[in-house]
């Protein structure tokens, strides 16, 4: 199928646009809005909830993050070279990416269902919140979509377009600066579909609350516990205590 210039704009000048708006935009935010990097977390007000959510949404994700990283980077001849079968290859991801899309969606419906629920959750919820939130979920339930479509196609002995040899390369290509258009044009529309509202997402990133997840936690590890203490109990101290762990 040959590019129209639609595709050359979408395939070929997008991401680029996309990638100046996600790292300029990060810049932006870690340089003026320093104090707003947060997840501006709400567990304060609700936890019950949130203490099953969070994590079930969060490992879900991983999971994704990992698939995609695997699916996206590796060709397949390398998978080849090492005596992975394309069916092999395909079983292990449409599972293993079914159970991780499929837990990530119960984690972020658990999450939007806490927030609306909860009036203390849902007032501090702003207009950028539920824009997130709502390009989040599609990007989520188009990428289980194309899963579906690929487990059916392979089911019955149809044939859906394979993703390592359309979206994988062109995903490629842009980090070597020469797009390659044709491969992401015979692509089939539910993969479009997905990798656009993709696109928007990270677009979207530097401006929401999803900047934490840039502040990868490890430092979390290794830093002193924080100290809370209810007003009835405070008595000022009369000896000193040393910061830290110890
Ligand atoms: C431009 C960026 C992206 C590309 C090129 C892309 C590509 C893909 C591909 C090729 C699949 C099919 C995997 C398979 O069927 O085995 C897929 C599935 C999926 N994608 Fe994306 N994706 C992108 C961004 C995102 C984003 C931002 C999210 C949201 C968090 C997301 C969530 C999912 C989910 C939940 C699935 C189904 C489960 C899975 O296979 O992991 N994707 N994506």
């Known amino acids: 199928m040959n590019p129209t210039a639609l595709d050359y704009l979408l395939w070929g000048a997008l991401p680029y646009v996309v990638l100046a708006i996600l790292i300029g935009g990060t810049l932006w935010r870690y340089r003026y809005d320093r104090f707003g990097w947060t997840t501006r977390s709400s567990q304060l007000y609700e936890s019950r909830i949130l203490r099953i959510a969070s994590p079930v949404f969060h490992f879900g994700l991983l999971v994704v993050i990992i698939g995609h990283v695997v699916g996206l980077l590796i060709p397949e001849t390398w998978t080849d070279a090492v005596g992975i079968s394309d069916d092999m290859y395909h079983v292990t991801a449409?599972?293993?990416?079914?159970?991780?899309?499929?837990?990530?969606?119960?984690?972020?419906?658990?999450l939007i269902y806490r927030r609306r629920t909860n009036g203390p959750v849902f007032s501090a919820t702003t207009v950028n919140d539920k824009v997130m939130y709502l390009v989040l979920v599609a990007a989520i339930l188009a990428g289980l979509t194309t899963t579906l479509l690929s487990a059916v196609a392979g089911l019955t002995g149809g044939h859906e377009v394979d993703y390592r040899e359309t979206v994988s390369p062109w995903f490629r290509s842009i980090f070597i600066l020469q797009p390659d258009v044709t491969a992401m044009t015979a692509a089939s529309g539910a993969f479009k579909v997905h990798v656009l509202i993709g696109l928007a997402l990270f677009a979207l990133f530097p401006f929401t609350r999803l900047v934490h997840a840039f502040s990868a936690p490890v430092w979390y590890l290794f830093r002193p516990y924080v100290v809370y203490r209810s007003r009835d109990d405070y008595k000022p101290l009369t000896r000193r205590v040393p910061r830290g762990w110890t």
Request: hydrophobic letters at 60%; charged letters at 0%; aromatic letters at 0%.
């Open 94 to 110: 449409l599972s293993l990416g079914a159970v991780a899309g499929v837990t990530t969606l119960g984690g972020i419906a658990l």
